[in-house]
Antibody, heavy 122, light 106 residues
């Protein structure tokens, strides 16, 4: 059974940093690209970042480019999101997702974690 | 960036009725690489449909997707109480993923 378990959320002040983790199990981790998608309170879904199975290729939404860094440790089946220079508008539930579809396995998200809440406030 | 606009914002229906949800793209979606997700309160989204019309594993056949170009539709043929949720469309294009703002089915 595919499982994705996020951790690392919490309360942080504006300008601060947090590192989210997503532990994966139940599938061959290196075969899949992985992503982070967030949802502000009462709002819709926003794609944030994706990393290829090898970890060599990364993609970012303009809203976080230069502030957030996605990475993965394939020996530990874990994907990370390092979030720096946090802003109030980064407050959201952050979901980890497994990518699937298309010729390069990137197009959709067919498994999701339960999410971890990040609150940015002074 | 392709912008997805969903309508209506809220759909009020009774069990057994047909639900028709729309997703319109600001430009043609290649592929079409378009998906639909269901999100119930307090839960993570669940993939329902991908490539505009293919049901994901385990999705009941009362859910169907259609469309091409800029206009896409998710249809729930006979609404069940467990289908009350928010539905999002999502597209992939040029290493960029975008979601619609969602339609709430109540």
């Amino acid at each position: 059974e595919v499982q994705l378990v996020e951790s690392g959320g919490g309360l942080e002040q504006p300008g601060g940093s947090l590192r989210l983790s997503c532990a994966a199990s139940g599938f061959t981790f290196t075969t899949y690209a992985m992503s982070w998608v967030r949802q502000a309170p009462g709002k819709g879904l926003e794609w944030i970042s994706t990393i290829s199975g090898s970890g060599l290729i990364t993609y970012y939404a303009d809203s976080v480019k230069g502030r957030f860094t996605i990475s993965r440790d394939n020996s530990e089946n874990t994907v990370f999101l390092q979030m720096n220079s946090l802003r109030a508008e980064d407050t959201a539930i952050f979901y980890c997702g497994r990518n699937v579809g298309g010729y390069d396995g990137l197009y959709y998200f067919n498994h999701w974690g339960q999410g971890t809440l990040v609150t940015v406030s002074s | 960036e392709i912008v997805l606009t969903q309508s209506p914002g809220t759909l009020s229906l009774s069990p057994g009725e047909r639900a028709t949800l729309s997703c319109r793209a600001s430009q043609s979606v290649s592929g079409p690489y378009l998906a639909w997700y269901q999100q119930k309160p307090g839960q993570a989204p669940r993939l329902l449909i991908f490539d505009a019309s293919i049901r994901a594993a385990g999705i009941p056949d009362r859910f169907s997707g259609s469309g091409s170009g800029t206009d896409f539709t998710l249809t729930i043929s006979r609404l069940e109480s467990e289908d009350l949720a928010v539905y999002y469309c999502q597209q992939y294009d040029s290493s960029h993923w975008t979601f619609g703002q969602g339609t709430k089915v109540q």
